[in-house]
């Protein structure tokens, strides 16, 4: 045996000496419940905490959480004391054990976080910051305690970032992980360019859209696209890049047009198209169906605000709806809609907070079961538990809309309202898509934001001049963004979760009007972008990437 191999062998032997060494160095860690004192409404924060801190103190190949199931048990309530975090530690038998408490006092919370080593080392931290901060300040006290106790390089320090593999080069990506790489900052508002890989652009239609919906509508196996206008729904075909018209269905001008869906109802195969319409502040909702190259009517004068939404515990796409009222617009409480007799009738009430309406809520899953969010008279997200406790609320508005309609709940029922006559406007939102694209145990919240100077100033100016698509998710606190499309130049009127091009993949469809400006917007046309979504690499929860090109 020549000298060269016998050292390829000694070296062979000794990595394979070696694996279980390297192995062994991955120190395991549990995250106890925080302790929250304050009011009732911000117990929620002692697993919010708990669940940050865990995902935060993580470090492939050093540091690995413990299984859950082995230190439920034994953590199931916040330790009282050192000699309690002492006993937890053994009890789950981990190297390191992290605990703590939250004091809420007004806007300001004041945090103590301490870890505990199997050798009774102790590294303590304590900060105080607003409520809407807590976040921020847990993440980077979480990442001074790593850098302190396991020497964890900040991201300052690494010798290489990791480049997160983009879904979409017209993504900006939230830096979520401290050695993460990604485009631009993502605090950076910026527009990019009209023709980028991996967005496909509609020509330009001569209509002003207020909504989409795509779903096989004529049984061929191939998605449709579906478009509610002012004054009409439009449905097309994506043939050769382009938009294909099929069919045009006119409505009466006295129908305001309020939300466009897709349900196949009657189980033949092929989608119909479900109209929320409103005549005279009264419902009057209608339901079509493609028959060849003409839209025919299957039910109209329904007289029932309806939608279609995901609804636990399996999640399915169901008809939703609710009754009118004269002086709140819809009466209290979202129902199943089912068909009896041949018309549409409520069924089941759903458990939904008081403020909710067929469209304003989404649900939105979580190993536990669910959260419930709700979209305000004012635009704000709102969070709420199963059991209808509400939680927490975004300070930035989503899902703005410019699809208002006139109530005012002071007038009684049988006045007439004189023509200077101030009304209320209550302005059905855009969807909530609740989805899980980069399939860990977490979902995400597609949601339109509104960019409008003027907006800012005037209550009913809702013409927005640009916008864009966030995602975001429950980080056990608040919603948080996790991505967002670039600036888009118009005004967002839907968008969808669907293949539109009919690849076998699903793309992020954005249906907008043009804005010529303040001074020609009877100049509006409709203009609809696809984005595709590529999650075949894809770093760990909160980094979303994009193929760049």
Partial sequence: MTLFRRLVLLVAAMLCLASPALAAETKTYAVAPFTVHGPEKYQYLSQGAQSMLESRMNWPGHLAPQDKAKTSAALAKAPGSEADAKKALAAVSVDYLAYGSITVSGDQASVDISVIGRDGKKWPKNFTTKLSDLIPA???????????????????????????????????????????????????????????????????????????????????????????????????????????????????????????????????????????????????????????????????????????????????????????????????????????????????????????????????????????????????????????????????????????????????????????HLWTYYYIPLPMIVANLDKDDRYEVLVSKNISLAAQFFETFRTFSQGEIHALYWDGVGMNLLWKTRRIKGTVTGYALADIDNDGQKELVVCLNTWPGAVGVYARRTIVLSYKLDTSSKGQPGEFGIDAE
């Fill in 138 to 420: 847990m993440e980077r006290a979480a990442q001074s305690l790593n850098n302190e106790i396991f020497k964890r390089p900040s991201a300052s320090g690494a010798a290489g970032g990791q480049t997160i593999n983009q879904m979409n080069p017209d993504f900006v990506v939230n830096q979520t992980s401290e050695n993460q790489k990604t485009y631009l900052n993502p605090n950076f508002r910026y527009a990019g360019p009209a023709e980028t890989p991996g967005v496909w652009r509609s020509q330009s239609i001569p209509i002003v859209s207020s909504g989409i919906a795509i779903d096989d509508i004529n049984g061929d196996g191939h998605n449709e696209v579906v478009i509610m206008a002012k004054e009409s729904i439009e449905t097309y075909a994506f043939k050769d890049r382009q938009l294909m018209p099929i069919a045009r269905y006119p409505v009466s001008p006295n129908l305001k047009l309020l939300k466009v869906s897709t349900l196949d109802i009657n189980g033949d195969g092929k989608a119909e198209i479900i109209v929320s319409a409103s005549y005279f502040k009264e419902p009057r909702s209608f339901i079509l169906s493609l028959e060849g190259n003409q839209l025919k009517e299957l039910y109209k004068d329904i007289k029932l605000y309806m939608n279609v939404a995901q609804v636990p515990p399996d999640y399915t796409r169901q008809l939703v709806g609710s009754k009118g009222d004269p002086k709140e617009l819809f009466a209290q409480g979202v129902h199943n809609v089912i068909f009896s007799g041949g018309q549409p009738m409520l069924s089941t009430k759903l458990a939904l907070p008081t403020k909710a309406n067929p469209f304003n809520f989404a649900y939105l899953p979580e190993k536990s079961g669910y959260k419930v969010l709700l979209n305000d008279d004012h635009d704000h997200i709102v969070v709420y538990t199963a059991k209808g406790e509400r939680v927490a609320a975004t300070e930035e508005e989503y899902c703005g809309s410019a699809i208002g309609l006139e109530f005012d709940p002071l007038m009684a029922p049988m006045e007439k309202p004189k023509t200077d």
